[in-house]
């Protein structure tokens, strides 16, 4: 188990600007594997950081931690319109990855953001939050241990999945799903069809 102190010391290093970037990296992602109210308050304050890099990586560890009390600082810096575009759009995929239905009016108000790839972001945390609502479950687990912005299709066809993840005419969520079941699916067909995309 680990102390609070050690906790700290990590969060510490996180956020110290003087540290190198890896040292950094390696707290990060340290703490979201520790994860509890300590290790979303020592990521939640690093926001301020001068890296684009680091703070899409804060947004990324928070949305995969999956824990509530990450969603205001997740919320503020999705609307933080002086946080890099990047940063915003990881936000709202987080708070879309962590699941509470309760911040749909805050993604559907950001679906028409005037960054398109925050707009798209949201459109896809919306319609993964819709699909939860609809379906009463989770995706199924994934093979690589991550929360995806999208559930992957059912279909397991690689021609069909390809021909769905080329589609242009069909919705951008329909999309994320034929590409994650193809990620899921693995094999030779299956990159090729990734790598067309």
């Not at 059912?154 to 193809?182: C, I, K, N």
């Amino acid at each position: 188990m680990v102390t609070e102190e050690e906790v700290e010391a990590i969060g510490r290093t996180l956020v110290d600007a003087a540290q190198p970037l890896p040292a950094r990296f390696r707290a990060l992602f340290t703490l979201r594997n520790l994860g509890g109210p300590s290790a979303v308050a020592w990521i939640s304050r690093a926001f301020g950081d001068s890296s684009a890099l680091l703070k899409h990586e804060l947004a990324y560890c928070l949305g995969q931690m999956r824990d509530e009390a990450a969603i205001p600082v997740l919320i503020g810096v999705l609307e933080d319109t002086s946080q890099e575009p990047m940063v915003r759009h990881e936000a709202g995929e987080a708070l879309g990855a962590i699941g509470n239905p309760d911040v749909l009016d805050v993604l559907k108000r950001h679906c028409s953001d005037p960054v398109v790839e925050v707009a798209e972001t949201c459109q896809l945390a919306v319609r993964r939050l819709e699909w939860l609502q609809e379906n009463n479950q989770e995706p199924g687990a994934s093979p690589y241990l991550s929360v995806d912005p999208a559930p992957p299709a059912e279909e397991t066809d690689v021609t069909e999945l390809r021909r769905a993840l080329l589609d242009e005419s069909r919705s951008l969520f329909d999309r994320y799903r034929a590409m994650f079941a193809l990620r899921n699916l693995g094999g030779q067909a299956a990159v090729l069809a990734l790598a067309d995309g």
